[in-house]
């Protein structure tokens, strides 16, 4: 399977995964996904949303045991961040059925669509759409760089655009919704363990802050003379820096965009877009209150217009205790290190988060030596995939089958 997608939307020079939502390379992830589902026999379908689904048993049945993760990345993604979720999925189901056991719940893969939110923006989009928690209209309103909507772009990648919305019915089938993901830190390497079960996702979002001034010449406008709302973004991402380390929480600008964008000419705008997260909703109200004072102080005395937009958030995610203990009880002793299964909290995103509003969920982690993620050097050991494949089919087989 690795062999398979490890050429798929791949960057020459890079080294990383460009597999943004339905461009070429995720239409070609999405048939690697359905190949997959039809070799082993399982009943294929697409949701309302374009998530993809592979079944065993009666997908109609209830109480089902759902496992799967997403195969688009962010700009320059790692191998392994969605695609290790999803290829353990099959793999696990392949040791179940060598295993011999016999299910008594209904089993499905999964494939959720836009899980980074890479081209529009919004992460998560096919299980927030699912789950009533993105609304169809503000699904439309959705738009790429080059200003195609997110319907448009369903469309030309042969989805229809005008099913999309919640899948109560759905979600009402799952009992149980699993998902393995690669580490994205160092917990598990510190602890010495090839696998962890997460305990909870910390409140995030995303914010753009446009900074407006005055376009002009670079060599005849006289430093006085200029409204550079450059200098204003950089001293807010240094505001950020401050208020970061000043409050215990994780600030990040990572993208930027600036009109006209030209080496000779003083821009007129600078959009970046701030990431923040942190361990509590207070301590994350308070370093994007932080950074925001500090910009609107900057911009007041520069004279440059500031706009500052949340566009998305999610809430603190804690993981149903239930499902938790259940999976530790199941994963006891299963390891080498004789040690229960540690048990993490996060600071990334994901559609189990999102999916833990309707059903129950829980996460699987696999170490990562290094904790690099979002990168083209994330990396998980071959024997600790291996180690996260068994634990998954334990799981599964102590959640479907008796
Ligand atoms: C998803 O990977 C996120 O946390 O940004
Ligand atoms: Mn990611
Ligand atoms: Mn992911």
Redesign the pocket.
């Known amino acids: 399977m690795w062999r398979e997608l490890a050429p798929v939307g791949r960057h020459p020079d890079s080294g990383g995964y460009r597999r943004y939502a339905w461009s070429a390379a995720d239409l070609e992830c999405r048939a690697w996904f359905r190949a997959q589902a039809e070799a082993r026999g399982l009943t294929y379908e697409t949701d309302r949303n374009g998530n993809q689904w592979a079944w065993l048993g009666d997908p109609l049945a209830g109480d089902a045991v759902v496992t799967g993760?997403?195969l688009d990345s962010v700009p320059d993604g790692g191998a392994f961040?969605?695609p290790l979720?999803v290829v353990s999925s099959f793999a696990a189901l392949d040791e179940l059925r060598s295993r011999g056991v016999a299910f008594t719940r209904p089993l499905a893969v999964t494939n959720f669509g836009d899980?980074?939110g890479a081209r529009f923006g919004l992460a998560c989009v096919g299980s927030r759409l699912a789950a009533g928690q993105l609304t169809v209209a503000d699904a439309h309103r959705l738009r790429d760089a080059d200003g195609i909507a997110l319907p448009a772009a369903m469309e030309s990648a042969g989805y229809d655009p005008d099913t999309i919305g919640p899948d109560p019915e759905r979600l009402a089938r799952i009992g149980a919704f699993v998902e393995l993901?690669v580490e994205q830190g160092r917990a598990l390497d510190l602890t010495g363990d090839p696998v962890g079960i997460a305990s909870a996702i910390w409140p995030h979002g995303r914010w753009r802050f446009d900074f407006r001034g005055e376009a002009n010449h670079a060599g005849t406008t006289r430093l006085v003379d200029r409204r550079d709302p450059m200098l204003t973004y950089a001293e807010t991402v240094l505001a950020a820096r401050r208020e970061a380390e000043l409050t215990g929480a994780l600030a990040t600008f990572g993208k930027i965009a600036v009109e006209p964008n030209g080496v000779n000419a003083i821009p007129s705008l600078v959009r970046g877009w701030l990431d923040s997260r942190a361990a509590d909703q207070a301590t994350l109200d308070a370093v994007v209150t932080g950074i925001e004072r500090a910009a609107r102080e900057y911009a007041e005395r520069a004279g440059i217009d500031l706009d500052v937009v949340r566009e998305s958030f999610t809430p603190v995610v804690e993981f149903e205790h239930a499902l938790r203990d259940e999976l530790a009880k199941i994963l006891e002793g299963s390891g080498d290190t004789g040690r229960p299964v540690p048990v993490l909290g996060t600071g990334?995103g994901?559609d189990a988060g999102i999916l833990s509003a309707s059903v129950p969920t829980a996460m699987l982690f696999v170490r990562n030596p290094t904790g690099i993620s979002h990168s083209p050097a994330e990396h998980a050991a071959e024997d600790d995939c291996v180690a996260g494949v068994r634990a998954l089919a334990d799981v599964l087989e102590g959640l479907a089958c008796s």
């Open positions: 993760s997403h961040d969605g979720g899980e980074e993901h990334a994901h």
